[in-house]
């Protein structure tokens, strides 16, 4: 059974930094696509960052230029590192494959406040 399980959230000042890790117990995860997605307070979650098999990246207009996806696929792990953040960008965030196809794992909390 596949699991992901997402870590490094917290809460921090708008401006700071915070790096995701996302652990995937995938047996092939080097050959999919994968990104972090967030779900905002009374939102919909939406995708904004993907890295493919290859390392090529795609970011939501939000996000791009202030956040940096990776991978490491030996470790079957991806990671998501967040500077200059903003208020709106506290939300819970999910790592999955893209197009999301596994059960979503119980996310981390992410909350930009004075």
């Known amino acids: 059974q596949v699991q992901l399980v997402e870590s490094g959230g917290g809460l921090v000042q708008p401006g700071g930094s915070l790096r995701l890790s996302c652990a995937a117990s995938?047996?092939?995860?080097?050959?999919?696509?994968m990104g972090w997605y967030r779900q905002g307070p009374g939102k919909q979650r939406e995708l904004v960052a993907s890295?493919?098999?290859?390392?090529?990246?795609n970011y939501a207009g939000s996000v791009k230029g202030r956040f940096t996806i990776s991978r490491d696929n030996a470790k079957k792990t991806m990671y998501l590192q967040m500077n200059s953040l903003k208020p709106e960008d506290t939300a819970v965030y999910y790592c999955?494959?893209?197009?999301?196809?596994?059960?979503w794992g119980q996310g981390t909390q992410v909350t930009v406040s004075t």
């Open positions: 999955n494959t893209d197009p999301a196809f596994y059960t």
């Open positions: 995938i047996s092939m995860f080097s050959i999919y696509t």
């Open positions: 890295i493919t098999s290859g390392g090529s990246t």
